[in-house]
């Protein structure tokens, strides 16, 4: 899979594609991400890349004239199947829409910034609008970084049997169970018999009582099959 990542701040995006999973999926050559600097299509002298707001008010709004040379400069290069803007009101991210984009082979991200890009760009490019959460964020980098980490590690191959994203929370709309590790005694603390009973039939079902009952208690809604 390749994703192309357009933003103003390419830098802000390095260190989270470097390391750890998202390192391993592009070193066997699972997943290309390629970074964008948009400032490399800015206007004029000043490599210009945002300006006022018509009408009036505070912020500045990214322009469109450099971010569709970006884009259509990609696009003339390969057929993308998705181009993704991350902003705050955009649909929520959720399990079902990383499984979704794990399948595609090319998606383009649009990180924005200042105000919010001019909106001609939403209305004739974009393809699906994204937000991590309602709060926020000074710009799409971080938000692109979660987008691409939690698409990544999905991807057939990148994730071994023992970290096998089929077993994470939400996969099954069900957060996961508490996990323990060694000394199996601490301060008195003990890990709950059941796991080192060697009963793999009564550990798998205690599993997915508690799996249960963490959701009952910290999100019922998943339960409901309510998206909100
Ligand atoms: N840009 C700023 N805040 C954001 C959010 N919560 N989700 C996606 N993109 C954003």
Known sequence: MRIDILSVLPD???SPLEHSIMKRAQQKGLLEVHLQDLRAYGLGKHKQLDDYQFGGGA????????????IEQLQAERTYDEIIYMTPDGVRLDQ????QLSMQQNIMILCGHYKG???RIRTHFITREISIGDYVLSGG??????????????LPGVLNDETSALFDSFQDDLLAPPVYT??????GWKVPDVLLSGNFKEIEKWRYEKSL????????????????
Do not use: H, K, W, Y
Request: aromatic content about 2%; some cysteine; overall charge negative.
């Open 182 to 187: 060694r000394p199996a005694e601490f301060r």
């Open 141 to 154: 980098e971080l938000p692109a970084a979660v987008l691409v980490d939690s698409i990544g590690r999905l």
């Open 96 to 99: 079902g829409i990383c499984n």
């Open 59 to 70: 912020g500045m709004v990214m322009r469109l004239e450099p971010v569709v040379n970006c």
């Open 12 to 14: 802000l995006l390095r």
């Open 213 to 228: 009952q963490r959701t009952q208690e910290r999100r019922p809604d998943l339960l409901d099959g309510d998206e909100d």
């Open 117 to 119: 890009i001019d909106e």
